[in-house]
């Protein structure tokens, strides 16, 4: 059983930047591909950023690529979504995923999901 607890969010002016983390309980969540996912009102939830368990795979979604950045510390338990350049379109909740395939948290079939943190990018 892995938990995982989103961190970070908040009110940021367009231009600016935000950290996110993710923290994971549980013995082996440190193998598992993790993924950043976001819901903006109204609309679906949507794939932002996955990274595969050793760190070597990342995936971005298009939006995003060149402004944001995934990592991980597995010593930690922790994977960081670092935003920079932030757009109002970038206001959503932000949720963390995992699973053991990077592929599967990339579809959003991961097993375990975070709770979410808000994201208010004002214009």
């Known amino acids: 059983q892995v938990q995982l607890v989103e961190s970070g969010g908040g009110l940021v002016q367009a231009g600016g930047s935000l950290r996110l983390s993710c923290a994971a309980s549980?013995?082996?969540?440190?193998?598992?591909?993790m993924g950043w996912f976001r819901q903006a009102p109204g609309k679906e939830r949507e794939i932002v950023a996955a990274?595969?368990?050793?760190?070597?795979?990342?995936y971005y979604a298009d939006s995003v690529k060149g402004r944001f950045t995934i990592s991980r510390d597995n010593a930690k338990k922790t994977v960081h979504l670092e935003m920079n350049k932030l757009k109002a379109d970038d206001t959503a909740v932000y949720y963390c995923?995992?699973?053991?395939?990077?592929?599967?948290?990339?579809?959003?079939?991961?097993?375990?999901w975070g709770q979410g943190t808000q994201v208010t990018v004002s214009s």
């Open positions: 549980g013995r082996t969540a440190s193998r598992y591909a």
């Open positions: 995923s995992a699973h053991g395939s990077i592929n599967t948290v990339i579809a959003g079939r991961g097993d375990y």
């Open positions: 990274i595969s368990w050793s760190g070597s795979t990342t």
